[in-house]
């Protein structure tokens, strides 16, 4: 390719990939030629993976709806020094992207909420890599189940087991349990405590003095982050209602004849 300089300046532009030599010509007309010189293509930018964090369930959020997703991609490619711009965003919102500078070949985008991502690497030069997408999926709602029912037995009596009629569902697994028990069955947290070592699914009260009532508090924890966002059951309250035991008295005449009534 033969350029001349059309500025005189020296400065050749647009040129590819390839070995050039600069010829200089002067007023005389006699010139020299330089040494060759190559200009390289760098190679060209790439993602080369998008992992999603997930627990050992296979979630990649704490909760439904929360915003602790992390997404790691790693690239590599490009212009030298490496110094690169990577961009993220949802498809909900494409046009305000999460950027992040580095001058590594990975990064870790945090904070995230569940949808569908696309990334795109660029260099120091602008030389973009192609998009890639990765996906957060939303965990399903959680429910705490249902235990019950109520039971009414005599002072002296053992109650029987409280039992699961419901098991929990939804969220994030991992669920786990704390009964607790009352006097009052208020709605006021402070009047109910933990029952200790009662972390179970059902629960077996031991013999009562008095009316008392029982719940199963549930919560749904993430083995990757260890949050819980909810604790349910509060609203499924057991009554078990101590019932006095009858007193009888007695009164007869303190003497009778025999044979008399």
Partial sequence: TNNTDPNNDGIFENLGAGTYNVRVTDSNNCRIDSNPVDLAQPTQVEINSMIVATDANGFNL??????????EVTFSGGN??????ISLANSTDPFNPTVINTTAFD????????????AIARDAKGCESLPASAI????????????????SVCLGDDPTEIEELVPAFGGVGNYQYQWQ?????????????????????????????????????????????????????????????????????????????QGES
Avoid: M
Avoid at 62 to 71: Q, Y
């Fill in 62 to 71: 704490s909760c439904r709806d929360a915003l602790d997703g992390e997404i």
């Fill in 80 to 85: 030298v020094p490496p110094d690169y711009t």
């Fill in 107 to 118: 990064v870790t985008f945090t904070n995230l909420g569940f949808g569908n991502y696309t």
């Fill in 136 to 151: 957060i999926v939303n965990p399903p709602p959680f429910s705490p189940g249902f235990v019950g029912i109520n039971q």
């Fill in 181 to 257: 028990q009352s006097l009052t069955g208020s709605n006021n947290d402070v009047e109910w405590i933990d029952i200790p070592g009662a972390t179970s699914t059902t629960f077996d009260p031991v013999v009562l003095a008095q009316t008392t009532y029982f719940r199963r508090i549930v919560s749904s924890v993430s083995d990757r982050t260890g949050i819980a966002c909810e604790i349910l059951g509060k609203d499924n309250i057991v009554q078990v209602i101590i019932n006095p035991i009858p007193v009888a008295s007695f009164s007869a005449p303190s003497e009778v004849c």
